[in-house]
């Protein structure tokens, strides 16, 4: 049997993040991928499946609690969780409604393995794999690593990879001397940003518990362009440009000058990390300070500079944070109403992931569209923003709690972000406050829809 062993620091953070979940919206900690089969050998796409499972241990491992603590088990073997299924495939949508059903069944965090799998055939060959993966065991990074093999397997079943640690491996090193001045920093800055973070009035909810949320999705084809443009213009990122705007629309509607926003950390800036099969993601929280009368440019590098050296100190025993955030709590003499720690720490919340290599268009003309979603995430942080790029598109979804900013709040946000990219483009010297005086009525409908 194998032995039973601790956690990564991403894994724990995945984890205490998952548990705090209600039990009906379990099926958010899901990350689904469809993978294309036709003209491929069965034979091939089952070697390459076995070649996967037994050189990534993460494909084999099952999560357990003993004595009350969260512990990872890594099986020396293990049969892929994929259901075969033959049968006509009508379109191309197919493979999108079944990894996207896939992907709705929930995962449960303890005892078997964290993903699950459908091989659809058609009279004996393959057509496509639909999977949905626990982010318990991986990350959108580790995903798409994980594509890359596939193919190349299926292509030469002698191909090889370039392997990082293991979660197993990484668990070990992280509760070495190796680790110890990047604990050490990792905790200093934590006790530097703690006033801040547990000042937010922003309010909170404890786990498990739901409530009524707003959420909105801008689609744009032209937006990531443009970010990526202004980026390349102030010397910073596409997701700077658009964090920076996230803030100062925040701050705006919410009647403050510092935002405490909470970014989402790959943790795989060095070399022997980045092609870590795992989970590695973890929160980190930015104090930003927002300051109305300064130019768009400045707010931006200002914003992108403060994440950067946030993002030094964003792999961190968790656990450990949060009985430093309990100790402070206490010193300060405030009365917590409740001890879910991932909402107390991280109540605005901002990822942005490029799910692809595919470069956004600064001049597409594609409309833009915006959605509300009928049942919005109902638990977790009170205003959240995550920024995908798929296929050209950019899509930033935003949800709030309606008493922080309602749904005209977020619409005005999300119409002064797409305007921000196109300023920050093109006239960075613009201030930042002007933004809302813009006339919006100019704004492409590539950018923002019209009505």
């Known amino acids: 049997m194998p032995a039973d062993a601790p956690l990564s620091h991403g894994q724990l953070f995945s984890w205490r993040e998952i548990a705090r979940y209600p039990e009906d919206w379990l099926q958010d900690a899901n990350l689904p991928t469809v993978w294309d089969l036709r003209g491929l050998p069965l034979a ?3 070697n390459a499946l076995r070649v996967l499972m037994d050189r990534h241990e993460a494909l084999r491992t099952t999560y357990h609690v003993v004595a009350g603590q969260p512990v990872q088990r890594v099986h020396e073997s293990a ?40 091989l659809v055939t058609t009279d004996g060959s393959p057509v496509f794999l639909a999977l949905s993966f626990s982010h318990l065991i991986l990350d959108v990074w580790s995903i798409n690593h994980l594509t890359d093999q596939f193919h190349a397997l299926v292509a030469d079943p002698e191909a090889v ?34 006033g801040d973070v547990l000042a937010d009035p922003l309010p ?21 362009g443009l970010a990526a443009l202004a980026a390349r213009r102030l010397g910073v990122t596409p997701p700077a440009v658009v964090m920076a705007l996230v803030a100062a629309g925040l701050a705006k509607h919410t009647n403050t000058d510092t935002v405490t926003m909470s970014l989402m950390a790959s943790n795989r800036f060095a070399p022997e990390y980045h092609h870590v099969i795992g989970t590695m993601n973890q929160l980190i929280p930015v104090v930003a300070a927002v300051d109305p ?13 403060a994440g ?16 430093l955030a309990a100790e402070a709590a206490a010193q300060r ?21 490029q799910l692809d290599r595919q470069p956004s268009d600064p001049v597409a003309k594609t409309p833009a569209e915006l959605l509300w979603t009928p049942l919005a995430q109902q638990y977790g942080q009170p205003f959240r923003v995550r920024v995908s790029v798929f296929n050209g598109r950019t899509s930033i979804l935003m949800l709030a709690d309606p008493t922080i900013v309602p749904a005209e709040g977020m619409a005005d946000m999300l119409r002064v972000i797409a305007l921000g990219v196109q300023v920050a483009a ?18 492409a409908p590539s950018l923002f829809p019209p009505v």
């Open 204 to 224: 909170t909810l404890p786990a498990r518990v739901k409530r009524n949320r707003v959420e909105a999705i801008l689609h744009s084809h032209r937006l990531g």
């Open 44 to 46: 091939r796409v089952e």
């Open 426 to 443: 093109t006239d960075p010297e613009t201030s930042l406050k002007d933004l809302w005086n813009t006339d919006h009525e100019t704004l």
């Open 79 to 118: 049969e892929p969780p994929i259901e075969r299924v033959d049968r006509v495939v009508p379109d191309r949508q197919d493979p999108e409604d079944t990894k996207d059903a896939l992907c709705a069944v929930p995962i449960p965090m303890e005892g078997g393995l964290c993903w699950r799998g459908q």
């Open 161 to 194: 990879a370039e392997l990082g640690p293991t979660q197993s491996e990484l668990a070990r090193e992280q509760r070495t001397d190796l680790w110890r001045d990047r604990k050490e920093a990792s905790e200093r800055y934590w006790r530097r940003t703690l």
């Open 308 to 323: 950067t050296r946030a993002y030094r100190y964003s792999s961190y025993d968790f656990d450990r944070i949060a009985a």
């Open 293 to 305: 009368g300064s130019s768009l440019g400045e707010h931006v590098k200002r914003l992108h500079w």
């Open 333 to 353: 003499g405030e009365e917590l109403t409740h001890d879910c720690w991932v909402n107390q720490l991280f109540r605005c919340w901002f990822n942005y992931v």
